[in-house]
C-alpha cells in the first residue's frame, strides 16, 4: 500500500540515517533529528514532497553532535533530543530556530547515558525517560527515568535493566502521560562491527562472510511498563512477542489510543504491524479538544486515515509467509 504523503527531497534537509520522529499534535508539526547533519528539523503536519522545513535547530550553540531521537513536550512547550554523539539529553524550547542554545542538558558519568536511542516525556508525573544501550561492559542497557527539569550530572530516580526484562538491545521508546505506560521497542538483535577501525577486517579471511546482525536466535519483543512503579530487574507487565505477531526485530514504537491500538515497524520485515489491545488504554480519558481540531482539518484537507494491518499474525499465518532467516 502506498503512503498518503512522501516528505523527500533535498529542500527537506533529511538524510538516510533518520531513526526516531515526533508528532506533535497541539501544533500540528512534525519533527526529526538528522545525525548526520547535526540538525533538528520541524516541518509543519501536513507537509509533502520537497518541502522544506519551518524550523532547523542547527549550529555551534545547539550542543548537538548526532541527535538520534526526539519526542515533543506539548504541556511545557519543550523539545527533547537523544543524542548519543555526546551521550546527552537536551531540551530546547518548542520553537526554537538556528543555533539556538538548549535550556536544559543531561550529561555525565551519573547519568549512565551511553547509545542514547530513544526518549519520551511524561508531564503529568514530570518524568522524562529514555532508553540507552551499552557496548561496553558494565554499562547499562535498559531505560532510564530522570525528573523532568532534571539537568547536569545526575542520576536517574529509577533504571529498568536486567535479565528479567529480556532487552538485550532496544531502540525507540512512546510514553502514554494519562496511564504512565511506557512502550518500549526491545530490537534484540546482535551489533556485529564490520571491521576494528584501526586493522579493519584483521585476522579474516580475505573471503571470510560476517554473520548476519539478524541471525541472532534471540526475538525481539514491544514491551511495557509503569514509569512510576516498576524499577530496577522486573519484566514487562505486558507484551507482544512471539511467531504469531509477525514482529522479529521491532525498531520503534506509537500508539493509537483512541482505538486501542500498539503500532510497530519491524527491521526484518520492512514493514509496519499494528495490534489490537484496548486493555492497555482502560481508563483512559477522551482525546483533547487540540487532537479532535488536528483530525477536523485533515479530514477537511482529505488526508486519508493511516492503512491498519489488523491481526498481521491472522494474515501471516493464512498467507503461510516464511519465517525470516
Given at each position: 500500500m502506498a503512503p498518503a504523503r512522501v516528505i523527500q527531497g533535498q529542500l527537506t534537509r533529511l538524510s538516510r540515517t533518520t531513526h526516531g520522529i515526533a508528532y506533535d499534535t497541539t501544533n500540528d508539526e512534525i519533527i526529526a533529528p538528522n545525525p548526520l547533519a547535526a540538525a533538528v528539523v520541524i516541518f509543519r503536519g501536513g507537509a509533502t514532497g520537497e518541502e522544506a522545513p519551518v524550523r532547523t535547530i542547527q549550529g555551534a550553540r545547539t550542543g548537538l553532535s548526532r541527535p538520534e531521537t526526539v519526542a515533543v513536550d506539548e504541556k511545557?512547550?519543550?523539545?527533547?533530543?537523544?543524542?548519543?554523539?555526546?551521550?546527552?539529553?537536551?531540551?530546547?524550547?518548542?520553537?526554537?530556530?538556528?543555533?539556538?542554545?538548549?535550556?536544559?542538558?543531561?550529561?555525565?558519568?551519573?547519568?549512565?547515558?551511553?547509545?542514547?536511542?530513544?526518549?519520551?516525556?511524561?508531564?503529568?508525573?514530570?518524568?522524562?525517560?529514555?532508553?540507552?544501550?551499552?557496548?561496553?561492559?558494565?554499562g547499562v542497557t535498559g531505560i532510564l527515568i530522570f525528573g523532568r527539569t532534571d539537568q547536569g550530572d545526575v542520576a536517574p530516580k529509577r533504571v529498568i535493566t536486567g535479565p528479567k526484562t529480556g532487552i538485550t538491545r532496544l531502540r525507540q521508546i512512546g510514553?502514554?502521560?494519562?496511564?504512565?505506560?511506557?512502550?518500549?521497542?526491545?530490537?534484540?538483535?546482535?551489533?556485529?562491527?564490520?571491521?576494528?577501525?584501526?586493522?579493519?577486517?584483521?585476522?579474516?579471511?580475505?573471503?571470510?562472510?560476517?554473520?548476519?546482525?539478524?541471525?541472532?536466535?534471540?526475538?525481539?519483543?514491544?514491551?511495557?511498563?509503569?514509569?512510576?512503579?516498576?524499577?530496577?530487574?522486573?519484566?514487562?507487565?505486558?507484551?507482544?512477542?512471539?511467531?504469531?505477531?509477525?514482529?522479529?526485530?521491532?525498531?520503534?514504537?506509537t500508539f493509537n489510543a483512541k482505538d486501542g491500538e500498539v503500532i510497530a515497524p519491524d527491521a526484518v520485515w520492512n514493514g509496519l504491524f499494528t495490534f489490537l489491545k484496548p486493555e492497555l488504554f482502560k481508563g483512559r480519558p477522551e482525546p483533547s479538544a487540540a487532537v479532535e481540531r488536528v483530525r477536523a482539518r485533515q479530514q477537511r484537507a482529505g488526508v486519508p486515515p493511516s492503512p491498519r494491518l489488523r491481526r498481521p499474525a491472522v494474515a501471516l499465518a493464512e498467507a503461510g509467509g516464511p519465517r525470516p532467516q
Amino acid at each position: 500500500m502506498a503512503p498518503a504523503r512522501v516528505i523527500q527531497g533535498q529542500l527537506t534537509r533529511l538524510s538516510r540515517t533518520t531513526h526516531g520522529i515526533a508528532y506533535d499534535t497541539t501544533n500540528d508539526e512534525i519533527i526529526a533529528p538528522n545525525p548526520l547533519a547535526a540538525a533538528v528539523v520541524i516541518f509543519r503536519g501536513g507537509a509533502t514532497g520537497e518541502e522544506a522545513p519551518v524550523r532547523t535547530i542547527q549550529g555551534a550553540r545547539t550542543g548537538l553532535s548526532r541527535p538520534e531521537t526526539v519526542a515533543v513536550d506539548e504541556k511545557n512547550n519543550e523539545l527533547v533530543v537523544g543524542d548519543p554523539g555526546d551521550r546527552r539529553i537536551l531540551v530546547y524550547r518548542r520553537t526554537a530556530d538556528g543555533d539556538a542554545a538548549p535550556i536544559r542538558t543531561i550529561q555525565g558519568p551519573k547519568t549512565k547515558l551511553l547509545q542514547v536511542v530513544g526518549v519520551a516525556v511524561d508531564p503529568v508525573r514530570d518524568l522524562l525517560v529514555v532508553s540507552t544501550y551499552s557496548r561496553l561492559p558494565g554499562g547499562v542497557t535498559g531505560i532510564l527515568i530522570f525528573g523532568r527539569t532534571d539537568q547536569g550530572d545526575v542520576a536517574p530516580k529509577r533504571v529498568i535493566t536486567g535479565p528479567k526484562t529480556g532487552i538485550t538491545r532496544l531502540r525507540q521508546i512512546g510514553l502514554d502521560p494519562e496511564t504512565g505506560k511506557i512502550y518500549v521497542a526491545a530490537i534484540n538483535n546482535e551489533y556485529l562491527p564490520p571491521y576494528d577501525v584501526d586493522k579493519p577486517r584483521a585476522g579474516l579471511d580475505a573471503n571470510a562472510e560476517l554473520p548476519s546482525p539478524w541471525n541472532t536466535g534471540t526475538e525481539g519483543f514491544i514491551g511495557v511498563w509503569d514509569d512510576v512503579e516498576d524499577d530496577g530487574d522486573v519484566p514487562p507487565r505486558s507484551m507482544i512477542k512471539g511467531r504469531s505477531t509477525g514482529i522479529v526485530h521491532p525498531a520503534g514504537v506509537t500508539f493509537n489510543a483512541k482505538d486501542g491500538e500498539v503500532i510497530a515497524p519491524d527491521a526484518v520485515w520492512n514493514g509496519l504491524f499494528t495490534f489490537l489491545k484496548p486493555e492497555l488504554f482502560k481508563g483512559r480519558p477522551e482525546p483533547s479538544a487540540a487532537v479532535e481540531r488536528v483530525r477536523a482539518r485533515q479530514q477537511r484537507a482529505g488526508v486519508p486515515p493511516s492503512p491498519r494491518l489488523r491481526r498481521p499474525a491472522v494474515a501471516l499465518a493464512e498467507a503461510g509467509g516464511p519465517r525470516p532467516q
